[in-house]
């Protein structure tokens, strides 16, 4: 409402379209659609949203950041476009480090299960070697042992060996330096979580379960993923469709892109304008890769008067820079309020439980197998003593 008191539209097209209705001397009236939508058509002919109000002539025009499409222009006219929509997402940033077992992540799974991998071919090769003079799992447990930088303890019979001996003892020592040098800088400077970058890893990542995409209700991101010819975008909009992720556009800023695992989907120039501000810039990542480009304009009733002066007059204004202006003050007006209204809230960074919980569980887990080998030993010599002894008695009796 303006000082007039007057009720006008508001946010960066509200203004814009306030000053070509001021130019043109038009008086208007707001309406809203009762579905919150955008507009998408249900059956033939049958649309929902603003682009449906102005399709069954309840408005003559619809403002909301409207892409201009092939299925939207069978319906309704367009304006003369003033900007153009990027379709990208935007998500909240991971934890700059892995908590629980972040150590695991120093090398990658291929580079650990060829290690594994490796001790059990060595194994293999020592155990045919000694000629059985020991046990696989006892061969095993000292190359085991020797990465981990322990003295190899086998039989002298390898010492006749000491091409394989000494190839063994180079690569422990190698692979045990890398992991320790690689540990060492991931303690100073703890490895940073990759985010989701592109549209093709977070087809992956929802398909895994483990994020969630919201796409506005009635854009044109849906569609655009069920037509598109790449398989992992149409995967993304069938999910997106059968879990029915959609929101309004005043969700964006309440609770979905405050979890880790929701993303939102819009067009840039939207992300842009909510989370560009200071509360928000350095937790919420904006993706780089573009979904489609179009143009955007305001929606028109076919039959609508004044059409052609309009697009005139719009054409004028956004070569005026009118446009910029607008969304250059709204932006600027919704980072002072963020700023008004946000807490400064100093937190002390201490290490809590869940970040000591990773090391801890691999200490306990030595523990346990370092016990469980202790009572295997027990049981075992107790059942060689009782073996020896039995041999013992058999030959006294023989004796006798």
């Not at 539209?9 to 000053?19: L, N, P, R, V």
């Not at 929902?48 to 403002?63: K, N, Y």
């Not at 042992?145 to 000494?166: A, C, D, V, W």
């Amino acid at each position: 409402m303006n000082e007039n008191g007057i009720t006008r539209i508001s946010g960066i097209e509200g203004c814009f379209a306030d000053a070509i209705f001021t130019k043109m001397n038009i008086e208007y009236d707001i309406v809203f659609p009762l579905d919150n939508e955008y507009g998408r058509e249900i059956t033939a002919g049958n649309w929902t949203g603003i682009v449906g109000m102005v399709h069954r002539g309840e408005a003559d025009l619809a403002i909301n950041t409207l892409g201009i499409n092939e299925n939207r222009i069978k319906v309704i006219d367009f304006s003369f476009p003033y900007s153009s929509s990027r379709l990208t997402f935007a998500s909240l940033k991971p934890y700059e480090w892995s908590r629980t077992f972040g150590l695991l992540d120093l090398f990658d799974l291929p580079t650990w299960m060829l290690l594994f991998f490796s001790i059990l071919l060595s194994s293999a090769t020592f155990f045919v070697v000694l000629k059985g003079t020991a046990s696989y799992f006892e061969v095993f447990y000292n190359l085991l042992g020797s990465i981990l930088r322990q003295p190899l303890m086998l039989h002298n019979y390898t010492l006749e060996k000491k091409f394989l001996t000494g190839s063994w003892l180079m690569f422990s020592c190698i692979m045990s330096s890398v992991f320790c040098s690689v540990l060492l800088s991931f303690l100073a400077t703890p490895s940073k979580v990759a985010p989701i970058k592109n549209f093709r890893e977070l087809s992956k990542a929802v398909e895994r379960g483990t994020h969630r995409a919201y796409s506005v209700i009635g854009a044109a991101a849906i569609p655009f993923f069920l037509n598109s010819k790449e398989p992992y975008l149409r995967l993304l909009g069938r999910l997106l469709e059968k879990n029915k992720w959609y929101i309004t556009p005043g969700q964006t800023l309440n609770t979905q892109v405050k979890s880790e695992e929701s993303v939102i989907i819009s067009v840039s120039e939207y992300l842009m304008f909510m989370y560009r501000v200071e509360d928000f810039q350095s937790r919420i990542l904006i993706s780089e890769e573009s979904g489609y480009t179009v143009p955007t304009a305001f929606a028109i009733r076919k039959d609508f008067c004044c059409t052609s002066q309009l697009r005139k007059v719009m054409s004028r204004m956004v070569s005026a820079g009118i446009y910029d202006r607008c969304s250059k003050l709204e932006i600027l007006k919704h980072r002072l309020s963020q700023m008004v209204n946000e807490e400064k809230v100093n937190e002390e960074h201490i290490l809590s439980l869940e970040d000591l919980l990773g090391p801890f569980s691999v200490l306990l887990t030595g523990w346990v197998v370092s016990l469980l080998v202790f009572l295997g030993e027990i049981i075992f010599s107790s059942c060689a003593r009782r073996n020896i002894l039995k041999c013992t008695g058999k030959k006294n009796m023989s004796m006798t």
